[in-house]
């Protein structure tokens, strides 16, 4: 994130990125993931999950 954004800015882009991967997750995955409150911690929990592992 930009450092020229305030902390309530950067609060509220969190909150739209949560929401809309949110949107785009079906049941099963979204019970996985939706314990997580940050944008980066609901794409790092949902790539443990689903990423195959090479």
Known sequence: MSANLSKEEKTEMNDKVVSAVIL???????????RE??????W????SLYMTKS
């Open 37 to 42: 409150t940050s944008a980066v911690r609901m």
């Open 44 to 47: 790092t929990k949902l790539d």
């Open 24 to 34: 785009c997750l079906g049941d099963k995955v979204l019970r996985e993931a939706a």
